[in-house]
């Protein structure tokens, strides 16, 4: 049975309308989203290791809040402080990156919050 969609204007608008809100309604589910947060964090620690094995960026020490700065502009990908130091712990416990903390302010910070310097151990400290 073939339906002669061009005599029925009808059928033609509904068509068009029913396709153009189901590409905008069209819902992730909660398995393909968490599947999309997983890749997208495994893309974010790949490009942390390759920052770290190939690249000379901690050759000179960084802060955390210095590298969120420095991805965003250089490699457009939006870290927060907190990800990117759980990035970086797995390369602090093997001995690749060494920390530096930076002197207390006047106001007492707390010892989570409190600034460090990153940077390979071996090279330039300050």
């Known amino acids: 049975m073939k339906i002669d ?6 059928l033609k608008y509904f068509k068009k309308n029913y396709f153009a809100d189901q ?4 819902p992730i589910s909660p398995f393909e989203e ?9 893309q974010q620690l ?5 920052i ?18 420095d991805f ?12 990117l130091y759980a990035f970086l712990l797995k390369y602090l416990g093997s001995g690749i990156l060494d920390k530096k903390a930076l002197q207390r302010t006047a106001r ?13 151990k071996g090279s330039a400290k300050v």
Do not use: G, W
């Open 72 to 83: 965003r502009k250089h490699y457009q990908v939006a870290f927060t402080s907190e990800i």
């Open 34 to 42: 968490s599947n999309n947060q997983n890749k997208y964090h495994r």
């Open 23 to 26: 590409e905008l309604k069209s």
């Open 52 to 69: 770290i094995y190939r690249s000379n960026y901690f050759n000179s020490s960084k802060t955390l809040e210095a590298m969120v700065a």
């Open 5 to 10: 969609e061009e005599h029925l204007t009808d």
């Open 108 to 120: 007492r910070m707390p010892a989570n919050r409190r600034p460090y310097l990153y940077f390979k």
């Open 46 to 50: 790949e490009l942390i290791a390759y």
